[in-house]
T-cell receptor, first 113, second 119 residues
Framework: SQKIEQNSEALNIQEGKTATLTCNYT??????LQWYRQDPGRGPVFLLL?????KEKRKERLKVTFDTTLKQSLFHITASQPADSATYLC????????????FGTGTQLKVEL | DAGVIQSPRHEVTEMGQEVTLRCKPI?????LFWYRQTMMRGLELLIY????????DSGMPEDRFSAKMPNASFSTLKIQPSEPRDSAVYFC?????????????????FGPGTRLTVL
């Protein structure tokens, strides 16, 4: 069966450290992978997109990697801040999927002072 | 632009009642998505439209759920009759197809959601 797995346990890190979140998938062949941020009581907000033929994408303090052999994406936040505390969702778009996204369950990140 | 607008923000109803959720997408966007989010199942796609036409409704849980998009600026999700297990946050999202080489290909913009409680 198809699965998108993100660490269901919350990730607690200290301010200034690098946070690394994992997105693993099985039985999918995604053309694109996206990461979203969701704050309590709000809808998800788009952060980054990476294509199947790209290994890495960066945006300010954010970095995403995509390994289609391992079927895994890593999402890094460097120099983390308490304001980065939120739930982070990965989403797959399949080749020929008609712009349809399938979301993982998300990982809650808490950055402590 | 005001972003995606959803109404109501909160809805409390009794089992068996009809519930209608409303969405106004971002002007000019050609895709509209309805999602449901629960703690147990996460964010699930229910149905999506392209240029007002339903493309995939395979996520609609059963016949009690229906969705319409009569024009480019309005969509509804209706549950009739509602049941306690329908309690969730319902999100509407819209996107503009930027082509396969777009930097933000199919970036979806979400509304604030409607929190539905069925008693």
């Amino acid at each position: 069966s198809q699965k998108i797995e993100q660490n269901s346990e919350a990730l607690n890190i200290q301010e200034g450290k690098t946070a690394t979140l994992t997105c693993n998938y099985t039985n999918y062949s995604p053309a694109y992978l996206q990461w979203y941020r969701q704050d309590p009581g709000r809808g998800p907000v788009f952060l980054l997109l990476i294509r199947e033929n790209e290994k890495e994408k960066r945006k300010e303090r954010l970095k995403v990697t995509f390994d289609t052999t391992l079927k895994q994406s890593l999402f890094h936040i460097t120099a983390s801040q308490p304001a980065d505390s939120a739930t982070y969702l990965c989403a797959l778009e399949l080749t020929g999927g008609g712009n349809k996204l399938t979301f993982g369950t998300g990982t809650q990140l808490k950055v402590e002072l | 632009d005001a972003g995606v607008i959803q109404s109501p923000r909160h809805e409390v109803t009794e089992m068996g009642q009809e519930v209608t959720l409303r969405c106004k997408p971002i002007s000019g966007h050609d895709y509209l998505f309805w999602y449901r989010q629960t703690m147990m199942r996460g964010l699930e796609l229910l149905i999506y439209f392209n240029n007002n036409v339903p493309i995939d409704d395979s996520g609609m849980p059963e016949d009690r759920f229906s969705a319409k998009m009569p024009n480019a600026s309005f969509s509804t999700l209706k549950i009739q009759p509602s049941e306690p297990r329908d309690s969730a946050v319902y999100f509407c999202a819209s996107s503009l197809y930027g082509g396969s080489v777009s930097v933000t290909h199919n970036e979806q913009f979400f509304g604030p959601g409607t929190r539905l409680t069925v008693l």
